[in-house]
């Protein structure tokens, strides 16, 4: 028995010897079901997470692009509604501009009037908008757009001429010897001079050009702001003729005098130039230039803006130009007799009788930049006691009426006025003009 147990043991222990060390598993539906599941439901969890999440990519892009259409409408509803108020205000501003270039107003309204204090005798001199000075044989006073007094000068004068150039004013009494030199900021200096005067021109920085008579010589000086002489003329009907008119540049470096005298006993005309710079030095009486007109009064010499002068000859007019020797670049010739002329810095004109080629009218007008070239033509009829130009407007006016033009020829004002008229001025503000009567200064807004 014990033998059978011990043998027993001894098949056991060797089964148990000769047992694998790996043990193959067997295939089980089961687990390879539940393995598929776990696969498919694990890739099918991937690729719903995956399809939500390009779901939400395309959401999101969607989403971009519908923020960057609703940006690029509102960006073109605002761009097509600025093209239509910019059109809109384009149209409005033609048709304003239009309407009032081709409009003339014909009435007026007063916008202030006060009482003058001072006598008929009180010249108006418009030195630019908002500086009005007011020159009389007892002095000049300079007031601001409300009359309001900025300074005063007194003195005694006879017969007080003046002479502007930009915002400086020459005054001299005429047949007398004093001479005072203003600017908008009151007295810059004051002198006398030798002998009898009889004209006076002015530069922008005070230098003063006169004309003086000593019986039968004239002298046809220059001096500064404080009457130092900087240039002395002697000339005579025999030597270089009467001065019939002169000027000074606006810089005080040149002078052009009109001269009527005899030649061979014929009368003869002319212009000199002077220039008093190093270019001039050199020559007698610093004689640059000089301009012989056989058949030709010039009763007028003007210096322009820059390097322009012009010559008003009693049958046309010459434009000149040059830094230091003026030449002749334009000869205007004139037909009727020049009944008035008129300029500033920019442009000058010339009223005549009316031509053949326009009998319905009595003057005709003409405006023309410095250089010679033609703004405009017109006609017209009234009766004027003064012709002047402000600015880009001409003015014409007598006791009773007012008619201002634009420098492009248009009629832009033409009305009565209920006083009667001295002077008619620009005034500070849009469409508004100083009228000076005997007993008023008024302001009036034209419509």
């Known amino acids: 028995m014990n033998f059978l147990n011990k043998l027993k043991k001894e098949k056991e222990t060797d089964a148990e010897k000769v047992k694998p060390i790996h043990s193959e598993r067997k295939f089980s539906f089961q687990d390879a079901l539940g393995n598929l599941r776990s696969a498919v439901f694990g890739k099918a969890v991937n690729i719903k997470e995956l399809y939500k999440k390009k779901a939400d990519q395309n959401m999101q892009s969607d989403e971009m692009l519908d923020l960057s259409s609703k940006l690029r409408l509102h960006k073109n509803k605002v761009r097509i509604r600025t093209a239509v108020i910019l059109t809109i205000v384009l149209v409005a501003s033609v048709g304003y501009g239009v309407y009032h270039h081709v409009k003339v107003y014909r009435h007026y309204t007063l916008v202030s009037g006060e009482e003058r204090s001072d006598d008929n005798a009180t010249q108006y001199v418009f030195l630019k908008k908002g500086c009005i000075l007011k020159c009389n044989p007892n002095g000049v006073t300079c007031v601001n757009k409300s009359n309001e007094v900025q300074w005063n000068?007194?003195?005694?004068?006879?017969?007080?001429?003046?002479?502007?150039?930009?915002?400086?004013?020459?005054?001299?009494?005429?047949?007398?010897?004093?001479?005072?030199?203003?600017?908008?900021n009151g007295l810059v200096g004051n002198f006398k001079v030798e002998y009898t005067l009889t004209k006076i021109r002015v530069a922008k920085q005070g230098v003063v050009a006169a004309v003086l008579e000593d019986g039968d010589v004239t002298w046809i000086n220059v001096y500064d702001s404080q009457g130092n002489i900087i240039v002395k003329n002697k000339t005579s009907i025999g030597k270089a003729g009467y001065p019939l008119d002169m000027d000074i540049s606006s810089d005080g470096l040149k002078m052009a005098v009109s001269f009527a005298g005899i030649q061979n006993q014929m009368l003869n005309f002319k212009v000199d130039f002077?220039?008093?710079?190093?270019?001039?030095?050199?020559?007698?009486?610093?004689?640059?230039?000089?301009?012989?007109?056989?058949?030709?009064?010039?009763?007028?010499?003007?210096?322009?803006?820059?390097?322009?002068?012009?010559?008003?000859?009693?049958?046309?007019?010459?434009?000149?130009?040059?830094?230091?020797?003026?030449?002749?670049?334009?000869?205007?010739?004139?037909?009727?007799?020049?009944?008035?002329?008129?300029?500033?810095?920019?442009?000058?004109?010339?009223?005549?009788?009316?031509?053949?080629?326009?009998?319905?009218?009595?003057?005709?007008?003409?405006?023309?930049?410095?250089?010679?070239?033609?703004?405009?033509?017109?006609?017209?009829?009234?009766?004027?006691?003064?012709?002047?130009?402000?600015?880009?407007?001409v003015f014409l006016y007598n006791s009773s009426e007012t008619m201002i033009y634009t420098t492009a020829g248009k009629l832009k004002y033409s009305a009565a006025y209920d006083k009667q008229i001295s002077e008619v001025i620009p005034a500070e503000g849009l469409g508004k003009y100083m009228i000076i009567t005997p007993d008023s200064v008024d302001i009036i807004k034209i419509g």
Request: proline share 2%; glycine share 8%; net charge negative.
């Open 153 to 184: 000068t007194t003195f005694t004068m006879q017969n007080p001429i003046l002479d502007i150039c930009g915002t400086t004013v020459a005054v001299a009494d005429q047949r007398g010897n004093e001479v005072y030199i203003f600017n908008e």
């Open 274 to 393: 002077y220039n008093f710079s190093s270019v001039g030095k050199d020559q007698e009486n610093n004689l640059v230039k000089e301009v012989e007109y056989e058949n030709s009064v010039i009763p007028q010499v003007q210096f322009l803006g820059g390097d322009y002068a012009v010559a008003f000859r009693d049958d046309g007019v010459t434009v000149f130009s040059g830094k230091h020797v003026p030449e002749e670049k334009k000869n205007i010739a004139v037909g009727q007799e020049i009944v008035s002329t008129f300029y500033d810095d920019d442009y000058f004109g010339i009223i005549t009788e009316s031509d053949e080629e326009e009998q319905t009218h009595r003057y005709k007008m003409e405006l023309y930049r410095k250089n010679g070239t033609k703004c405009f033509q017109t006609y017209f009829d009234m009766e004027y006691s003064e012709v002047k130009i402000h600015g880009e407007e």
